[in-house]
């Protein structure tokens, strides 16, 4: 059997810096929109893709590829959003064996009271020690590194 190719020493201290932020700026991102808006971080991301949906609406199967989830997953989030009267489930009409997640009013409310205290911890956490520069190459790296990802947006663009 082959020796593994092991990382190289800077490889290991950017991945070992990767990891860390894979683990904090998640959990930091949910503590807060739990804390302030009562949602967890998947609903926000549901509720941000239902709002930049066409006629904010979206087939059930869309959304979970979207959203990177299981349609198991995504079928309890919408259920747990609709009792809340943040989504509503319709029929597709153009294909009457799928469902659509559509935003309501409450549900875009909710995102609009969500979002400001997200969008101030995003900044303070991610870009206010960034750059344009810097920034620029954080987008560059994400690209990179989306387009090698199984199921990444950016991956099936290609």
């Excluded at 201290?13 to 860390?20: I, P, Q």
């Excluded at 659509?100 to 875009?108: Q, S």
């Excluded at 979002?115 to 101030?120: L, M, N, S």
Aim: hydrophobic content about 40%; charged content about 25%; glycine content about 4%.
């Amino acid at each position: 059997m082959d020796d593994p190719q092991w990382l190289t020493a800077d490889q290991q201290v950017a991945w070992r810096k990767l990891a860390n932020v894979m683990i904090t700026l998640p959990a930091a991102l949910e503590a807060q929109l739990q804390r302030d808006s009562g949602m967890s971080h998947f609903e926000y991301s549901v509720l941000v893709e239902l709002d930049d949906a066409p006629h904010n609406s979206i087939r059930l199967s869309w959304l979970a590829a979207r959203s990177h989830a299981s349609r198991s997953r995504i079928s309890h989030v919408v259920t747990r959003m609709e009792k809340r009267g943040w989504v509503r489930r319709e029929p597709c009409p153009t294909d009457s064996r799928a469902m659509l997640a559509v935003l309501t009013e409450n549900g875009r409310a909710e995102l609009v009271r969500a979002a400001p205290g997200h969008v101030e911890l995003v900044r303070s956490l991610v870009f206010s020690g960034l750059d344009d520069e810097t920034t620029s190459d954080l987008g560059r790296v994400c690209d990179a590194l989306l387009r090698t990802l199984p199921g990444s947006a950016a991956r099936q663009d290609k």
